[in-house]
């Protein structure tokens, strides 16, 4: 009986090795949105590229995912093998060695083909530390007929007081119609992501080259009362509550007659299945002010991996995969060009295919081109990236920044309070931090 | 004396309950609506009521993507095993506690309940460190241990204020008759206290159900529960109201039955002393 018992045993964990050395299974943490949903249904033709490799999607909402993957990478819980994370993360992460360098994607990868400026917010020390799986930058969106019916045209890149002047044409609340929408609610990634290329294009800068914060200076007070004036009298009530799916929803509803934000969101609002206007949307690149340096963003969502994984070879494959050309053509293969995700390749703006389908693309492309997360304001910064500043203390900076000038905007705290309450509770942060 | 109630009273206050029930019922009756709707009419203001195409490709594309019954069977085992290890914990306590009692007994009942005022986040770390270095990160085990202790204050205050109610001169009755520490909390003070059990397990549970810190920081995809498979469906850029509120539908939909069903039994122990 017990030599039987024990073949089984036996039988059983040859069975287990077997079965473990024939599937690697790689855990992805990822974020929920179109594009990456969209890759969680392709995944078959990974796995039947390589067999011995399967999937588990862990997809969450942007802000857990943060805190998860950060907790995770942070503690080295090894919990996942291939981690979703934005430009923000990339550059401190990689400079903290918790990311695992991406030398091995495959010699058809064409890593020449990543956009420049995309590249280089991925990169550390020349090398890729994330491969971007899509790439946004910001641009005005705007009503194409509520701007013939008001004669208005468009010669050149707007000033924000030109798009001031289009807003109050344009401002027409009894008929549901606002000039402009802009996001108003507090957060690094939501109201500052904005504010903070309006400051560039009034040729402010979060820190000058002693990390000091310098919301004391002219062009910060110009840009908020600018922002303050523009969405507090010619946008839509209850702004300070509005994101990019408060202000997509408006846009799509056609209560906007501008609107300023992600260029990914320019495939929403053309989708007649999603917007009542979809006809009747052009876009143009973002407004400038004393200068256009900075003022317009650059974010990507990048897939990376976290050094305490013991699967980075599967991981490279599975990146190798799902940031590649032949992913492009995949997903165009299955879902149409306009579904391709964008920003990353330089070779999908050349792919006339693509350029029809999406009448957005060469907006996308100018505004992505145009942004340069090293020389983004007029001034020098001791700072990576155009709307944030890739340094740790940032998030909670940005966050606290972004309530305060968030409370102008309510009319709870005049400008002036609101730059001056930033100067300080910035400069106690950077202080306490250590970096003067 | 008791007061008569008027008509006029009884009618304004069934008209004030009803308005507070359906104030309160409101969201779940619109996320249910919403879930049939689509994605633009999720948003579309003004709000649509009922007269929009109602549609179940939101049901659809929600079984799709992720496997609700995985899910939601991680759900009942961490709801369940919670409410069943803490309830082992909890009778003796509170029994302790109740009936041979100390002078520090109250402020080790105002101590546990302390516990419950420190916010989660503060001990994230330490808790996610330990599980790394135990393997019990994404592990049914592991949560049950957390979502157990987490529970086990509300689970001993319950419990004590019903064993409060009850006379020690039964339990002295039933010593005297030769039951054993035992027996005595099994045959004599459990069946007595029934009804209160039955509530702090069912609060229990609902706790255990909706709890959405820790389950989702500590799971990935083996133990992920129902609040996982809920915040996998809001998103950062692009509609998703509609889904949202289909995935929010199918979490609440056991928990709402199970209360459906004994709010009776719930209403009952939460207002009620053990003995009458």
Known sequence: MKRVMGAALCALLAGGIAHANAETKLTIATVNNGDMIRMQKLTDDFTSKNPDISLEWVTLEENTLRQRVTTDIATKGGQYDVMTIGTYEVPIWAEKGWLAPLDNLGSDYDVDDLMPAIRSAVSNDGNLYAAPFYGESSMMMYRTDLFEEAGIEINGRLTWDQTLEIAKKLHKPDEGVYGICLRGKAGWGENMALISTMGNAYGARWFDEEWKPTFDGDAWKDALEMYTNILGNYGPPGATSNGFNENLSLFNSGKCGMWIDATVAASFVTNPKESKVADKVGFTEAPCAVTCTGANWLWAWNLGIPMGSQKVEAAQKFISWATSKAYLELVASKEGWANVPPGTRMSLYENPKYLEAAPFADETLLAIDSADPINSTLEPKPYVGVQFAAIPEFQGIGTTVGQQFSAALAGQMSVEQALSAAQSSTDRTMRKAGYY | ?276
């Open chain 2, 1 to 276: 004396m008791e007061k008569k109630q008027t008509p006029l009273g009884y009618v304004s206050f069934s008209v004030f309950a009803w308005i507070v029930g359906l104030l309160i019922f409101f969201p779940i009756f619109w996320m249910v609506l919403t879930s049939f709707k689509s994605e633009l009419e999720a948003v579309s203001i003004p709000p649509s009521f009922i007269s929009f195409d109602w549609t179940l490709e939101n049901y659809a594309e929600v079984q799709e993507r992720s496997n609700y019954f995985k899910f939601a069977m991680n759900s009942v085992i961490l709801a369940v095993g919670s409410t069943l290890v803490g309830l082992v914990f909890a009778v003796t306590c509170a029994w302790a506690m109740a009936f041979n009692p100390t002078k520090r007994t109250k402020d080790a009942l105002l101590w546990m309940l302390s516990t419950k005022m420190m916010p989660p986040v503060g001990v994230l770390v330490p808790i996610y460190l330990m599980f790394r270095d135990w393997g019990l990160l994404d592990t049914r085990f592991g949560l049950i241990m957390v979502l157990f202790l987490m529970n086990l204050p509300i689970m001993v205050w319950m419990l004590y204020t019903y064993f409060k109610e009850i006379p020690t001169d039964i339990l002295e009755a039933a010593r005297m008759d030769g039951a054993t520490l035992p027996k005595e909390i099994i045959f004599v003070l459990l069946p007595m206290a029934v009804p209160g059990i039955a509530s702090t397990m069912l609060l229990n549970v609902i706790l255990a159900w909706n709890e959405a810190f820790w389950t989702l920081n500590l799971t990935t995809s083996d133990a992920a529960p129902l609040t996982a498979f809920i915040a996998s469906y809001s998103s950062p850029e692009g509609l998703f109201w509609a889904k949202l509120s289909a995935a929010s539908t199918l979490a609440v939909a056991p928990i709402l039955v199970i209360g459906w069903f004994s709010q009776k039994q719930l209403v009952r122990g939460l207002t009620f002393g053990a003995v009458k």
